[in-house]
């Protein structure tokens, strides 16, 4: 046989052990770590958060991005934090 025959050879080799081998599980079923609208939606539901779609001026809602990213804490949290010592003030 000549070399590039062998190489051939070595090459088809490679190919059959690569689709007999599975599939890594960084790629598979196992590499969606985020959970479907459904399951999510699921989970608020028992945390009792409700979706609540508001629409704000683009500088208040920068204002509110930089004061949450400041706290640390996630966006919806600091607009239920706000809202919640606005009513409570009000009250």
Known sequence: ????????????????????????SRFGAASTAVPDRRERRRREQAMGLVPFAVKLPGDLVAQLRK????????LDD????L?????????
């Open 83 to 91: 809202l919640g010592r606005s009513l409570e003030r009000d009250s």
């Open 67 to 74: 004061q949450a990213e400041a706290q640390g804490t996630k």
């Open 1 to 24: 046989m000549k070399k590039t025959d062998l190489e051939k050879n070595k090459a088809l080799k490679i190919a059959g052990q690569m689709k007999q081998a599975g599939v890594p």
């Open 78 to 81: 600091l607009v239920a934090d």
